[in-house]
């Protein structure tokens, strides 16, 4: 094919991704909020939202702007420019999903209220799809351009690479920032709310209610966005640099990966549309669209692989990589779903330490499966796959189908936030189970999604280490080499620093939360009884100060440890700085991630009514583990994730340095 | 020097260790305990402790019995015979040490009643020289009579090998059994007893006190025994190997680690006389002592490689370790007794999920620096200190002085023992009083032999791991390899496997002992009166059957894994396992021992009268933060270095069997 075909493929499947999302929107848009509470309550969510976005903005622009003037002086102005496109798609797509989150919380609210479970889920899954579908196109978009524009260009490697660093850059201060905004939001409100003060989640006396509900916006939706946008560019554009290390600039090769996306996003599109045409209930829909957009890439790519004459083992890597992220899911979604949560919920029966006790080795245990499945896709994509490129291609076609995943995980906070709203507008207590049932169906299906991030960001980073080995010069990593091996064991402090930091950070804001919620019961007469109104502008000043003041260090540290290594120990303990750090940054992420998973559930277990239910001691103890694994699963451990391949992408720009 | 007069040195200066050994037993032995009540609770605590003793010896020796069949099958008799000798010593010193701290605890009691501190102190202190002195009398006799005996067989290597195994599979077991036993007691005794009825520690209503205090005894002393024995060991016999890969079997320079002990036993020797003859207040003999035998290894060591002509930059490696030792030692401190300690008791104000995230983000943050001081002696020890002989020396070097260390450490339980007899007697607070100063003391000296043991962990790992690669045949171990790369990902996986099992297993333990203690509170009546007496013994078997039970799997994994990895990919991914294990291995049980130990004096603190004091909110935080950290700091933590130097010398076996 000419370049020209190969763009108008790429330009045009994004652009009918696009299409889809404004198509959501408008859909979205159509439906009016009449009640008047509400739409004030979801005024104020927006306002909160879109204040802390800016500001976080703001300060991300600044290093954007700091880092384009390093690549522009040390590169090329082009890498530099190349660097603040890649930003700026990042910050669209985490713009354009919470927009569309919060137009889409209140409505689903008044869909609960006016047409009943599937109305309501229709609106959430719509929410969903505009980040979901938002994500693919831009990425597709943007990389499909600059293959277009550059791919005859001596340095087209570094400048996917300044497009990468860009998105990397944005999504581990995006995770971190909203990380810290909503867990100390959320810690806050339950901590006095639910356990001093006895009222239930979401309670308009509650001072922090508006923050915690701002925090599920910008954490769990724009702060995911961006995550899951620098997964699905990272995967693409490392193994388009593989590629080219393997088979020179032969187009149908480089051109792969994109490829996949194309086939990954168009079924994704089909199994929207397609789960709209044969209607089933909530949960068949969102797990029937993505098992169909998976069964379209796996059969859209055989027959490519095929009629194009491309070597045929890729497509045991392409076939893994897809296999490999269902399982992983269904394995986290035993852990965080299955028997662990009822013995977790059960050892709540002795109180807060054993339950914690009990949770945490639940995370650690499902560490186990997850990483020996990824080292046998390892093993077989490279042995067998196409070698190291395989194994990137094993990356891609996990988060290729990332438009239909990716929506299923943005459901959930819409159901989350539809919930907080009616419950703070005085809704019926129907309209309230409605959004609950459809907030609990969101936290099982995201479970797979969250098995393709984690999964996917352990390949990427292997390719992005290959590619840095392979730019270095470096013919082999010798672990017995004793500057490889300190390299190692340095970079798998980092995992635990970069932890430490925003765990503490998230420990310390949502201290100050609790005083200040303390202090609001204390000292507003008549708010207890519901007649005076709290200081909702206190709660969400608390949050936005801690998020922006706290998110500078972890990003300072993660970009300049690297450069530190390189000039200090050299670029053999650089490598083994990045295995370490890859290592030990994978496991930690996903113990976290699975804990706070398993101790949410097992208190939802609890509040289900077993075990004594609400208000028992059982559930006292499960609300204390769940408060620990909310910085685990929304702050710490997403952002490992990043952190693993944002000082993979910044190590792999100092060796194209030179 | 000939070969005898070696021999003469090394079982000399151990047989002045073990007259040193029962000079103590018999001052200890000497006071008389004229009061009826505390006799019976010693005697009921020395029985239970006894009885555990007992079953648990009857299991590790089946597995003894077995692993010297099979060595002896697959190698030569002598092997297994070796093994079975290494084996029975450690056990050996486990039984001494505990049987010193049974006779020693009430001793310290009586003591602190009748001749007041001072008197107390040296009680507790000569309980733990008992253990410290055996430990290191017991390693120098038996390598330094296997060196005499056979250092001129061509499977020299492998009989110290074999003896080696012997250590570290006894060491394993005794900490996992005992680490279980101590913490479901401990923890069953102190959520019912403090926190639901509200009595004190060590109240004598509470059915868990007398298991609890059990606990101490084999927990916290023989199994914290077996486990330096083992590292003592590991340290010497591995740093031998890895002379003999270096030198040949020129003497001068394999006996040299041997040479270290006896330097290092001599100076502790010197500085427990020293410190009996300068008395000074506790906390100056205790550090003073060990200051003194570290002076004195530094001293001896440097004028013997001189008088030797000995390459003199080994040197450095050995001052690089004893100080390496000692700075570890002092960030330990800080972590688990300075700032971090008063700021995760402050964030118990806001509840216990705020205590507990501070506390792992402590524990987690204390990771960093330990590991790089330990990379940066690992790289100057091997560019400049002699190799990777030099590394091993370094750990050699840490340990040697382990009669003191060990002394200073062992010293610990005891006080606490002491003080638990004192309240079950019902003696005067006073006493009590003393006990609890000399127990806080142990707490914070005991940091500098943590450091000593986590530091010599990661270096004898780091030996044996270069034994491995050497008798492999390996000349380098390629990161880039995707089965070296598979390996490291699958090794980093068991740490956390083995955590999870055994925190599991104490989260359990402490379920089934909470349920009983409670039913006795409900169902003995008069029991809360004191008016009846609670079932003692049904808590002793609750803790008993469960570490005797729960330790067996972890013992399988931890052996089979390595052999299950060489035969399926091979020895140069079980080299990369062997890599995963340990880094990911020495961070999890860096952050475990330092949180559980912030955590533990947090509460302290809380206890000392700050933040509202004893039965504060903040202090009801805290008593679970403490709670999570028992299983951290005392059975997870600690297993975890063993697990790696055991799996180290199962591989290289492995290898050593062609």
New interface residues.
Partial sequence: MLLQHYFLIFAGTALCGLMVVIGLLSRINAIRVENETARRIAEAIREGAMTFLKEEYRLILIAVALGSGILGYFFSPLSGGIFVVGSLLSLTTGYLGMKAATLANVRTTMAAKESGEHGAFLVAFFGGGVMGFAVASFGLLGLGTLYYLFSDRLDFVMLLTSFGLGASLVAFFARVGGGIYTKSAD?GAD?VGK?EVGIPEDDPRNPAVIADNVGDCVGDTAGMGADIYESYVGALYSSMILAIAHYGSTASYVTLPLMLAVFGLGGSILGLISSLIFRANPAAMLRNATYFAIAFLLGASYFYLKYFDLQSNLYYSIFLGCVGGVVIGLITEYYTGGKPVERVA??S??????N???G??????S??AP??I???I??VA??YGGGLFG?SLAAVSMLATVGITMTVDAYGPIADNAGGIAQMAGFDPEVRKITDKLDALGNTTAAMGKGFAIGSA?LTA?ALF?AY?QEAG???????D?????G???G??VP??I???T??S???A??QM??EVRRQFKEIPGLMEGKAEPDYKRCITISTKAALREMILPGIITVSLPIIMKYTLGVMAL??FL??ST??G??LAL?MANAGGTWDNAKKYIEAGHLGGKGSQAHKAAV?GD??GD?FKDTSGPSLNILIKLMAVVSLLLVLAG
Same sequence: chains 1, 2.
Wanted: proline share 2%; hydrophobic share 65%; glycine share 10%.
């Fill in positions: 810690i901590l356990i059960k050892s029966e002795s109180g807060a330490a054993t914690l006790i009990d945490l080795a639940v995370g650690m245990e560490t186990v990483v020996i990824l080292s046998a390892v093993l490279h042995m194994v352990l292997l290959s080995a470096i013919a082999g990593l010798n672990v017995l004793p500057l490889v091996m300190a190692i064991f340095i798998g402090t635990f620093l932890s430490a930091l765990m503490r998230v420990g310390q949502a201290l609790v005083l490598g083994g295995v370490g290592v030990v994978v496991l113990m204390i408060t620990v910085p």
